[in-house]
């Protein structure tokens, strides 16, 4: 993920391949049942600002327990959740409201993933002022790169509006 936002695909796919050669199934990184690989994806698609390439990557219903079978996965939950409210919101997706609000609660116990669901809700409002709140929420969290891509989104609303 790291070397896919830095923009060296070739060292993204070299890491990749490794997690395959340490045995990771390549159907299981590809899918959403592991949590972290969808979750890393999604975060790169966002970053990449490929919205519609985050949904497809965080395309299993957050409550889905499937989603969370393998062991560790369960800690991604508020991460997916967060990601899942916001690839809908930035793709306009119908049902981007709901999304938030469902994602609200799973990702409650975790500050950064839930001040990411309120920066959905913002987005999805055109709240400006409070994603302004949230970029400094975001530097208190000790989060700079979530500081600075609120800022950036926050930027762009106004802009655009």
């Not at 809908?88 to 999304?99: E, F, I, K, Q, S």
């Amino acid at each position: 993920m790291v070397h896919g936002m830095r923009g060296d695909d070739g060292r993204r796919a070299a890491w990749v391949r490794l997690t395959i050669d340490l045995g990771a199934d390549p159907e299981q990184l590809a899918g959403c049942l592991l949590g972290w690989p969808s979750v890393f994806d999604g975060l790169l698609a966002l970053h990449r600002d490929d919205p519609a390439g985050a949904m497809r990557r965080l395309a299993v219903d957050i409550d889905d327990p499937e989603l969370y079978r393998a062991i560790g996965s369960w800690e991604y939950r508020p991460w997916y959740a967060a990601l899942w409210a916001e690839a809908a919101v930035l793709d306009h997706h119908p049902g981007a409201a709901a999304r938030v609000e469902r994602s609200r609660h799973a990702a409650r116990d975790n500050p950064i993933a839930a001040a990411i669901v309120e920066r959905a809700a913002a987005i999805a409002t055109g709240d400006r002022e409070k994603l302004v709140r949230l970029a400094i929420t975001f530097a208190q969290l000790g989060c700079p790169y979530q500081q600075t891509r609120t800022g950036r989104i926050a930027a762009a609303s106004w802009r655009s509006g």
